[in-house]
């Protein structure tokens, strides 16, 4: 198994609080990805990063903001969360660019849940 | 918007039986292929890559790639229960910045 590792595993927070999940990896890849996975509508990319404080948006960021400040970590932080953030947040990563052939590995997920 | 299609499922199948998963994209310039089967609870786990049009075997899984027709499969030869599982399938798009996932499907494998 790809050594990541996200905390918190759950958690259950209130609405309009702030929420940050952690991502860490042993693997020293480059590249560190944050996706959420919702039913119906699969895995979606909230952001990625390519580098230490190298970081750009995906498909679904808005509400989302993320740092890198080590190549073994990448947080993502909820600013204020919201009922429609409740979801399963999987961390990955990847040693190269996705183009490049080589594929990604998740971390366990973080279960996530707003009331 | 480029789009990666799969039947949500549940696909039944017997146990014994060979299982096939189907998944269409729409991104002609794609060039890699993956399959990723996740249990319930549990995070995505990679079993299958395939960059080229034909079949690629590994064990009881075949990875099938038609890029002419834009299809990928998956077969699962001799199905155990233990294959029981939701089963993502992954397009990196031609202008190689992403992978894209398919929402999965179901797979049920029946004694």
């Known amino acids: 198994d790809a050594g990541i590792t996200q905390s918190p595993r759950h958690k259950v927070t209130e609405t309009g609080t702030p929420v940050t999940l952690r991502c860490h990896q042993t693997e020293n890849h480059r590249y560190m990805y944050w996706y959420r996975q919702d039913p119906g509508h699969g895995l979606r990319l909230i952001h990625y990063s390519y580098g230490v404080k190298d970081t750009d948006k995906g498909e679904v960021s808005d509400g989302y903001s993320v740092s890198r400040s080590k190549t073994e970590d990448f947080l993502l932080t909820l600013e204020s969360a919201t009922s429609s953030q409740t979801s399963v947040y999987f961390c990955a990563i990847s040693e190269s660019r996705t183009g490049s052939g080589n594929t990604i590995y998740f971390g366990e997920g973080s279960w996530l849940t707003v009331v | 918007q480029k789009e990666v299609e799969q039947n949500s499922g549940p696909l039944s199948v017997p146990e014994g039986a060979i299982a096939s998963l189907n998944c269409t994209y729409s991104d002609r310039g794609s060039q890699s292929f993956f399959w990723y089967r996740q249990y319930s609870g549990k995070s995505p786990e990679l079993i299958m890559s395939?960059?080229?049009?034909g079949d690629k075997e590994d064990g009881r899984f075949t990875a099938q790639l038609n890029k002419a027709s834009q299809y990928v499969s998956l077969l699962i030869r001799d199905s155990q229960p233990s294959d029981s599982a939701t089963y993502l399938c992954?397009?990196?798009?031609?202008?190689?910045?992403?992978?894209?996932f398919g929402s999965g499907t179901r797979l049920s494998i029946r004694p």
């Open positions: 395939i960059y080229s049009n």
């Open positions: 992954a397009v990196i798009d031609s202008s190689a910045s992403k992978i894209i």
